[in-house]
């Protein structure tokens, strides 16, 4: 448990579409997808309460980005259409560490990362 690895990263023009995926379990009940593009801070991009699938969303990316787990897969998932060139950044996987506190949105570093995967978009 808590080994987490991203895939799905790449390039793509704007309006494209993209899937990430993030293979791995924290035993915990909360995932979710964050990234950092140069020079910026981590932000958070969607969460997910692993066991009953609710979801919460960053505004920049809601009605665009779609966050969903195969629980049998063991590996969670972000649905990626409507690229904006903004939307560049590397994307990191992350959950809840078991007893661990999870902060909506917002990265901490409690939780298990992945390595991350970079996505490009260019105009």
């Known amino acids: 448990q808590g080994q987490l690895v991203e895939s799905g990263g790449g390039s793509v023009q704007a309006g494209g579409s993209l899937r990430l995926s993030c293979a791995g379990d924290t035993g915990s009940n909360y995932m979710g997808w964050f990234r950092q593009a140069p020079g910026k801070e981590r932000e958070g991009v969607a969460d997910i309460y692993v066991s009953v699938g609710t979801t919460y969303y960053a505004d920049s990316v809601k009605g665009r980005f779609t966050i969903s787990r195969d629980n049998a897969k063991n590996t969670m998932y972000l649905q990626m259409n409507s690229l904006k060139p903004e939307d560049t950044a590397m994307y990191y996987c992350?959950?809840?560490?078991?007893?661990?506190?999870?902060?909506?949105?917002?990265?901490?570093?409690?939780?298990?990362w992945g390595q991350g995967t970079q996505v490009t978009v260019s105009s």
């Open positions: 992350a959950g809840q560490r078991r007893g661990g506190t999870w902060y909506y949105l917002k990265p901490h570093p409690s939780y298990y």
